[in-house]
């Protein structure tokens, strides 16, 4: 894990403030994974649900690209 390092009194390298930010970075990183594996476990049940067919992961990652850009298109943020 890298993290930079700012001329303005930001942390310096091995500093306990680097620690904490780093530490808090990856918390960060670890709750997105979780939420991740929680909205893909919530798309296939809706699926399950909704469909006869269960669309296949490349599809619905095509779908998510397609919304993705039609948003970017009408300059709407994530």
Do not use: F, K
Request: negative net charge; charged residues 25%.
């Amino acid at each position: 894990m890298c993290a930079t390092i700012h001329a303005d009194g930001g942390p310096t390298a091995g500093s306990p403030e680097e620690r904490r930010q780093a530490d808090t970075l990856e918390t960060i990183v670890n709750e997105l994974r979780y939420q991740n594996a929680v909205l893909t476990e919530v798309i296939a049940t809706l699926d399950a649900i909704h469909g006869e067919r269960m669309r296949s992961p490349q599809a619905i990652n095509t779908a998510i690209d397609d919304h993705l850009t039609t948003r970017n298109e009408q300059g709407v943020s994530r």
